[in-house]
């Protein structure tokens, strides 16, 4: 069974950058849905940014929280997703995970921790 692995995360100061990359560690098909999801300690996980294709459209949604400083991307030929995370807040702390969703898999990574503060 293929896997995600999530990588860029880190410490990082208010107001700074990180760039998260997941990509499969397996062979996947081609995934409909690849997103970001995060969870803060006692929160629920919650969507942060998400990506869906199909060979028309792309159509693309962002929490509410991080519009206008998070970019969502994708790599359809590598089944990779990048998530740029620009003017980082405290309240942006949390463990990210990354999802593949296709139309017989659902996959999670195993999360990276970004730490935001001073």
């Known amino acids: 069974q293929a896997q995600l692995v999530e990588s860029g995360g880190g410490l990082v100061q208010p107001g700074g950058s990180l760039r998260l990359s997941c990509a499969p560690s397996?062979?996947?098909?081609?995934?409909?849905?690849m997103g970001w999801y995060r969870q803060a300690p006692g929160k629920q996980r919650e969507l942060v940014a998400d990506?869906?294709?199909?060979?028309?459209?792309?159509?693309?949604v962002y929490a509410e929280s991080v519009k206008g400083r998070f970019t969502i991307s994708r790599d359809s030929a590598k089944n990779t997703v990048y998530l740029q995370m620009n003017s980082l807040k405290p309240e942006d702390t949390a463990v990210y995970y990354c999802?593949?969703?296709?139309?017989?898999?659902?996959?999670w990574g195993q999360g990276t921790q970004v730490t935001v503060s001073s």
């Open positions: 990506v869906t294709s199909n060979e028309r459209t792309e159509r693309v």
């Open positions: 999802r593949a969703r296709g139309e017989e898999y659902d996959y």
């Open positions: 397996g062979t996947i098909f081609s995934p409909y849905d």
